[in-house]
C-alpha cells in the first residue's frame, strides 16, 4: 500500500519561505515519480511540480518557475518542495502525489495547508 506523509506548511507572509516535506516507503520511491500539486478554495487541483525518478529531471508550473524548487533525498525517501517568494495566490492545501505519469497522481498524501498573507 502506497503511503505519503506530508509535512511543513503553515502561515507566512508575502515574500517568506516554506518548505515541505513528503515521506514514502522505499518501494514507492523507486517506483514512483513524486511530485506536488495543490487546491485552492473553489478551484480544481492543478500541478505544482515533479521530479523524475529515472534521471531527476524536474518540471514545474509556470507559476511557480524560478520561486519553487523540488528535490528529494534518496537515503531518507523523502521528497521535498522548497517555496521562495511566495505569493497570496500560492495559498491552497498542497498534496504531494505518487505518479507513474508525469502531472498525475495515482496515489496521494493527505494534504497540508500553506497561507500565504498579504
Known amino acids: 500500500q502506497v503511503q505519503l506523509v506530508e509535512s511543513g506548511g503553515g502561515l507566512v507572509q508575502a515574500g517568506g519561505s516554506l518548505r515541505l516535506s513528503c515521506a514514502a516507503s522505499?518501494?514507492?520511491?523507486?517506483?514512483?515519480?513524486m511530485g506536488w500539486f495543490r487546491q485552492a478554495p473553489g478551484k480544481e487541483r492543478e500541478f505544482v511540480a515533479a521530479?523524475?525518478?529515472?534521471?531527476?529531471?524536474?518540471y514545474y508550473a509556470d507559476s511557480v518557475k524560478g520561486r519553487f524548487t523540488i528535490s528529494r533525498d534518496n537515503a531518507k525517501n523523502t521528497v521535498y518542495l522548497q517555496m521562495n517568494s511566495l505569493k497570496p495566490e500560492d495559498t491552497a492545501v498542497y498534496y504531494c502525489?505518487?505518479?507513474?505519469?508525469?502531472?498525475?497522481?495515482?496515489?496521494w498524501g493527505q494534504g497540508t495547508q500553506v497561507t500565504v498573507s498579504s
Open positions: 502525489g505518487a505518479q507513474l505519469r508525469i502531472g498525475r497522481a495515482d496515489y
Open positions: 522505499a518501494p514507492t520511491f523507486r517506483s514512483y515519480n
Open positions: 521530479l523524475r525518478t529515472s534521471d531527476g529531471s524536474t
